[in-house]
């Protein structure tokens, strides 16, 4: 939302309002890539690829300063991970996720660790963006218990592929009809916005279409060829991702409201909410 966007995301858009919106941030075009930049302060390439050969992950400086580091979700730039050797733990004393690209979001797969063990523990209630959450507190709230300061890199899966949320959220952006004007009605109100918001020039045209992007009034509304784009499909999948990084913004609440309050009572001086530094960004 503090960039333009449609999908509700009031969290991070009050981590904005607080905070600094950066507007001239630039990727490598794949996730593992910028991930990896992002943990050696390197580009990929100058880094030494995937598992960073080449570089220092910054966590491991963090950490003999004194830090209590932690990484909950996708590992993926670090695949070989291990924690409690300082040859493979990248710096990281506690981990939960997956050390692959993606996974699925409601059952997991085989790549699953809580530190060095594997993580089977897929129930009927499971879903990756909550449960990278709950360890991401769990993790914090040890490093309290420790008067350590801390630092905690919550990498979701959300919204890479599979386009995976809970039924009541997709619901929310697609009953609701949030994408049925399709895509070139959406573009335009995007800009619009962010024009209104001083984040894009005044005078910013709209890009032209890609090769690969047709005008959405000429799809068809259904089709029963699967490979047609069709118009009920496209919007069910953006429901989807705007339902995932609803999820997103829910969580990051549930972080900041832990911070804030990490016993729970209604006494405030446990607070370390004004005492964090969150950054917000993507990995592509």
């Known amino acids: 939302g503090c960039y333009g966007g449609e999908i509700e995301t009031p969290h991070i858009d009050s981590l904005a309002d607080g905070g600094l919106r950066l507007t001239n941030f630039h990727v490598s075009p794949m996730c593992v890539t910028s991930r990896a930049s992002l943990l050696a302060g390197m580009e990929y390439s100058a ?15 963090l950490r003999d300063a004194g830090y209590h580091t932690s990484l909950a979700g996708k590992s993926h730039a670090i ?20 050390r692959a690209g ?13 530190d060095n063990q594997d ?12 449960a990278i959450t709950d360890y991401a507190i769990d993790f914090i709230d040890q490093a309290v218990s420790q008067e350590k300061p801390f630092f905690t890199w919550v990498c979701y899966n959300a919204p890479h592929g ?26 335009k109100d995007r800009l619009a916005r962010q024009k209104a918001m001083g984040i894009v020039p005044a005078e910013m045209p709209l890009a032209d279409y890609g090769v ?30 705007a339902a995932m990084m609803d999820k997103v913004d829910q969580n990051v609440g549930r ?14 001086d446990d607070s370390v909410l004004d005492n964090t530094l969150i950054i917000f960004c993507s990995d592509n």
């Open 102 to 114: 993606a996974t699925d979001n409601f059952s997991g797969d085989g790549n699953w660790r809580l």
């Open 212 to 241: 690969e992007v047709p005008r959405w009034d000429s799809l068809p509304q259904t089709s029963s060829d699967l490979w047609v784009l069709q118009k009920d499909f496209e919007t069910l999948c953006m429901s989807a991702y």
């Open 255 to 268: 972080l900041i409201a832990h911070l804030d309050d990490p016993d729970g009572n209604p006494a405030t």
């Open 162 to 187: 599979k386009l995976q949320a809970p039924e009541a959220d997709v619901r929310k952006y697609y009953d609701g009809g949030v994408y049925d004007a399709g895509w070139d009605q959406l573009r």
């Open 119 to 130: 993580f089977t523990s897929f129930g009927a209630d499971f879903y990756a963006t909550d």
């Open 47 to 61: 880094a030494g690829y995937a598992n960073i050969a080449k570089g220092v992950s910054f966590p491991h400086l």
């Open 79 to 98: 695949s070989n991970i291990s924690t409690g050797n300082p040859n493979t733990d990248y710096g990281f004393e506690r981990f939960f996720g997956f």
